[in-house]
Nanobody
Framework: VQLQASGGGLVQAGGSLRLSCAASGRTFSSNGIGWFRQAPGKEREFVYAISWSGGISYSADSVKGRFTMSRDNAKNTVYLLMNDLKPEDTAVYYC????????????????WGQGTLVTVSS
């Protein structure tokens, strides 16, 4: 499975961005899709995860009510809609996939995209 993340950029606090993660290759071998982020000088952390088949989703407390993850199975693409962005959301965002159900632990994921940078100015 190959993952291509895109959609990052510079946005002012309170603004919105939508990240995309397009999957190619053996996509049928993945069921859990997640977003993680790594801020400068910090460890990578979980943001959001859903299942391709639907019905399962997890989100970090820090993004609840602001971020939403969705999928388009026909396009093999997942999206992370980020609203009310804050400077502390500044990070490189990575999408990841695994064969089994979604997980909040990065060690559980087998495939990773290259990351897309989100910068939120105050």
């Amino acid at each position: 499975v190959q993952l291509q993340a895109s959609g990052g950029g510079l946005v002012q606090a309170g603004g919105s961005l939508r990240l995309s993660c397009a999957a190619s290759g053996r996509t049928f071998s993945s069921n859990g899709i997640g977003w993680f982020r790594q801020a400068p000088g910090k460890e990578r952390e979980f943001v959001y995860a859903i299942s391709w088949s639907g019905g399962i989703s997890y989100s970090a407390d820090s993004v609840k009510g602001r971020f939403t993850m969705s999928r388009d199975n026909a396009k093999n693409t997942v999206y992370l809609l980020m609203n009310d962005l804050k400077p502390e959301d500044t990070a490189v965002y990575y999408c990841a996939a695994r064969a089994r159900y979604p997980s909040t632990y990065e060690r559980d994921y087998d495939y990773w995209g290259q990351g897309t940078l989100v910068t939120v100015s105050s």
